[in-house]
């Protein structure tokens, strides 16, 4: 690569990279607005310190990069990769202010937990956080679902050349229209209609339960938020054992499980195709494994008796499931009781529902359902083969927003998919064994971190080693990216350390 031709990539990359962190800049407003109305100084204080160094940040960046050039495929790829970083590092800054955070790489876990959607959190004395913080950590999840380059797209790239690239490097490759910027418009559309819906309906349930309606709205907003992303986050840290309610584990089971769906599927929904729902392959996909995952729950449960009737057993067993297979991470436990009562078969089918996760182009992370679909269809189309005489011609059809026939380019990128996610789970399970938590703790706490779940067995805290923190960090991002973004950049990076050693010798 010529030093010219990098310097201009750098500077594309630079560009939308400030216009993404304005974005994540502006989002400040609604914390700040928030400690305004309860006239909480000392955060409204952080929230425009933030607000004012992110805007500044992501408009130097702009206008260090502008150069009138247009974003080609690498640069929509890289660019994505490295605006999540940077809007980590600084979106941890009211984080930090705020007092409730051990470290600056406390507080960067946290941001990276919610931006992607994974709930693991480090905060200390989570009871006692202003709303105004609650606010900005279930807002950032909430973003992240959607995405905050869709953010972006919406907002300020427009139709610029190489918006597919920004939308697929954020773990996204469906178009509800051939337009990019009509789609991330139309994610918005779909998330904030079942926001307005979905605060009203909690906020109804928050005042049944006893909660005034100043608190009760803003447990049904942050609630909400947490649920529809598929986030985990919740301002109180007895999680959803807080509101002591079945209705309102209910409302959040409802709303955890259409979240994890396509957003592609939503939209078919709300035109009024709803027989998508039955004969799309990602909820077939989805109503498949969970069953059977259920089953082998249930079994391991109630084999150690540890509910003791129908109602706890759905209520404990099948709500954390649920929760695991969407990636949500909400919990109606206490994460000891998932190391010390759950046993060993119950234990699995959970770690193998977060590595599953939820749909393709949704809030949800894991394999995705498309996925798990193609590759249980690939193995039915080659045993087929192997059935059939040599000279017979095997064709494997599914539906997925209409019908498709299975292809090889299809199963080796669902297949290639599953095994980098396999590849960092590994590492994540390598790194918690080296910091000396058991095994079978290490490999559930490595399935939340890399499929975005947020159920932990309590290894998550402030007092687990930095190089473990920092290695749940990577798979968090690596696996709500799904790669291709990461590894655009990491190509990038090389054809710059090669184009330098070029031009020195």
Same mark, same amino acid.
């Given at each position: 690569m010529k030093k010219n031709d990098s310097l201009k990539d750098m500077r594309i990359i630079l560009y939308y990279t400030g216009n993404i962190l304005v974005g994540v800049a502006?989002?400040?407003?609604?914390?700040?607005?928030?400690?305004?109305? %309860?006239?909480?100084?000392?955060?409204? $204080?952080?929230?425009?310190?933030?607000?004012?160094?992110?805007?500044?940040?992501?408009?130097? !960046?702009?206008?260090?990069?502008?150069?009138? %050039?247009?974003a080609g495929w690498k640069?929509?790829?890289?660019?994505?990769? *490295?605006? #999540?970083?940077v809007a980590m590092v600084a979106a941890a800054l009211p984080h930090w202010l705020s007092g409730h955070f051990g470290s600056y790489l406390d507080c960067v876990f946290d941001v990276m937990s919610g931006f992607t959607t994974t709930g693991l959190t480090l905060v200390q004395d989570l009871d006692h956080v202003s709303d105004s913080l609650n606010m900005w950590r279930h807002l950032i999840t909430f973003v992240g679902g959607q995405g905050i380059v869709v953010l972006a797209l919406a907002l300020f790239v427009g139709e610029a050349g190489g918006g597919y690239g920004f939308y697929v490097g954020?773990?996204?490759? %469906?178009?509800? &229209?051939?337009?990019?910027?009509? @789609?991330?418009? $139309?994610?918005?559309?779909?998330?904030?209609?079942?926001?307005?819906?979905?605060?009203?309906?909690? #906020?109804?349930?928050?005042?049944?339960?006893?909660?005034?309606?100043?608190?009760?709205f803003l447990h049904a907003l942050w609630i909400f938020m947490?649920? #529809?992303?598929?986030?985990?986050?919740?301002?109180?840290?007895?999680?959803?054992?807080?509101? +002591?309610?079945?209705?309102?584990?209910?409302?959040? =089971?409802? &709303? *955890?499980?259409?979240?994890? =769906?396509?957003?592609?599927?939503? $939209?078919?929904?709300?035109?009024?195709?709803?027989? /998508?729902?039955?004969?799309?392959? /990602? @909820?077939?996909s989805f109503g498949t494994t969970m069953s059977l995952l259920s089953f082998?729950?249930?079994?391991?449960?109630?084999? !150690? +008796?540890?509910?003791?009737?129908?109602?706890?057993?759905?209520?404990?067993?099948?709500?954390?499931?649920?929760?695991? +297979?969407?990636? @949500?991470?909400?919990m109606t436990i206490?994460?000891?009781? =998932?190391?010390?009562? #759950?046993?060993?078969?119950?234990?699995?089918a959970v770690i193998i529902a977060m590595m599953f996760g939820g749909s393709a182009c949704s809030t949800a992370g894991g394999f995705k359902g498309l996925r798990v679909g193609i590759l249980f269809k690939a193995l039915v189309q080659d045993t087929r083969r192997l059935l059939g005489t040599s000279k017979s011609i095997v064709i494997q059809k599914y539906h997925y927003h209409g019908e498709r026939t299975l292809g090889e380019q299809q199963v080796r990128s669902a297949a290639l998919v599953v095994l980098m996610y396999m590849g960092i789970f590994a590492m994540g399970t390598l790194a918690g064994c080296m910091a000396g938590y058991p095994f079978l703790l290490s490999v559930f706490e490595s399935a939340s971190a890399t499929g975005n779940v947020g159920l932990t067995v309590g290894l998550s805290s402030p007092s687990m080693p930095a190089f473990l923190k920092i290695v749940y960090i990577f798979n968090m991002w690596a696996g709500r990216l799904e790669f291709m973004a990461i590894l655009a950049s990491m190509g990038f990076v090389a054809s710059l350390f090669r184009g330098g050693r070029r031009a020195r010798a």
């Open positions: 502006l989002l400040n407003i609604i914390p700040l607005l928030t400690a305004l109305i %309860e006239r909480d100084a000392a955060s409204a $204080a952080d929230f425009t310190l933030s607000l004012g160094a992110t805007l500044t940040l992501g408009a130097a !960046l702009s206008l260090l990069g502008n150069n009138g %050039e247009r640069h929509g790829m890289v660019t994505v990769a *490295f605006s #999540w970083i954020e773990g996204k490759d %469906e178009r509800l &229209f051939p337009s990019v910027l009509h @789609t991330a418009k $139309a994610i918005w559309r779909i998330s904030l209609l079942y926001l307005v819906l979905g605060t009203l309906a909690m #906020w109804i349930v928050c005042i049944s339960i006893g909660l005034n309606t100043g608190r009760g947490s649920s #529809w992303s598929t986030g985990g986050f919740a301002p109180m840290s007895q999680n959803m054992l807080y509101y +002591h309610s079945r209705l309102f584990e209910l409302v959040t =089971f409802i &709303f *955890f499980i259409i979240g994890s =769906f396509n957003f592609a599927l939503h $939209a078919a929904v709300l035109k009024g195709e709803r027989k /998508e729902l039955l004969r799309n392959l /990602e @909820t077939m082998f729950t249930a079994w391991g449960l109630v084999r !150690l +008796h540890v509910y003791p009737n129908l109602v706890a057993l759905i209520g404990k067993g099948f709500y954390q499931l649920a929760s695991a +297979h969407t990636t @949500t991470g909400l206490y994460p000891q009781q =998932f190391a010390t009562e #759950w046993g060993d078969t119950a234990l699995l």
